[in-house]
């Protein structure tokens, strides 16, 4: 294996355009279905888990509520950054949804920066990230602000590896990575799954290091990525709320936990990303069906990688490893659940990040076996299979959220902000179940809750 350290200095050193243009196309592609659809993501309204959230802190203050659990996540991070949207937007849903969007956008420019960093080519990089940044199963991440607590564990997640690759001073990148990765884990506790592929990351680095003092400072980086893993499993079993909740994933036998498990990472992204009817998670020939395909687009890009772009190979094996451990992380704690929430939108954004450079490497792989003779013939086949792939994922943009926006945005507005019409005794099904409507509607007043329902 060549040295992948000089390879990775070497990809940060190209033209500053080359990799500008990349990342700016890649962007401009993830904004499409925003400018599409801005007028029906205007209607959208606060829902479920932001409502409880917001009951919550204001029934027990700022202090106990930033250190608060909340499901299985203590994340003082996120609360921070989402309290401080809410209060700015003055109850304003739009700011929520143009926060999302804007993390959004930021996720899949700095995915692409740091595929570029590794030696994926310009065009597979674009495939790669446009898959993140247009796909139609990221809907409810780009729909529900609460979500955004998944959108700032990945963002800075990226940020922490970034940072560790591009400082010149290693010190100083090492607690920033530290740094970084903490606030992932403090944004949402399944950031803990890039924590584990990061560290495998640095190890597969520190295995073709250049130098002693190159494979040390991998080496420290492997294990600085430890830390967060341990504080969070500290504040989780030091909550007690959380640590019953936790423990209560024991009540799932073994065979429970890996049926969830293998439909889970069998299943994501394809399932959702592709639209496919039908309920593939109650067949076990579908789940194999679907794992085979996974499975072999992950080996075909992996050949694809050593073959094209060596340095690429330890980012790949890191993000092998985070969707086993994000696969694991499920498995024991929503296996109670049942399968069929496997394919859950809110886990679409993280399978993505994943799959994509792999999908994006075979598509070039399958290129350059058929149409190696001919330049023309390799760029025709290549723009044709990425337009009709990356039209395909955003094309159930439309009719997803057609349907979200009622049930989301104007049943909500009339529930929350139209009392006269909709008693106390009729509930919305966007109210938690442990809230009454006199309490939801209470908080939509405290908090501003505004907007009004458009046709």
Known sequence: MSDLSSDIRAQGDQPPLSVGWTVLITTVLSLIPLGLYWGRLQRLFWFADEIALLHEWHTIGTRAWLVSSFGENVSPVYKVIWGGLVLFSGGNYDVMVLAC?????????????????????PAETILAAATVGMASSCIHLLTMSYHLNAALALLFALLALLAAIGGSNKKLSALLYLTLLVCSVLSFSRGIAFASGFCIYWLFRAKS??????????????????FP?????????WNDTVSAALHGGLDQGLSEKLRYGITFFALNPLQRLLTIPGKPWSSSASVVVFLLIKLGIVFIGIRRAKSSCPALLPLLIGLIVFDLA???ILGYGRAGEGVATTVALRYQRSSLIAFAPFFALSVFAFSARFFGHSRDYRLIFCSVVS???LLTIMSPWGPKLRHQVRWQGNLGREALLSPERVGDETRWHGVPPHLTMKEARETA?????????QQ
């Open 209 to 226: 290091a250049a130098s002693v003092s190159d494979r040390r400072h991998d080496l420290l980086l492997a294990g600085l990525s430890l």
């Open 101 to 121: 969007w804007g993390a959004h956008l930021c996720i899949v420019a700095l995915f692409a920066l740091l595929l570029l960093r590794h030696g994926l080519p």
């Open 387 to 389: 337009t009709a792939w």
């Open 445 to 453: 007043q405290i908090y501003s809750f505004r907007g009004e329902e």
């Open 229 to 237: 893993i341990a504080l969070t499993f500290l504040l989780l079993f």
């Open 326 to 328: 994000h696969t694991t």
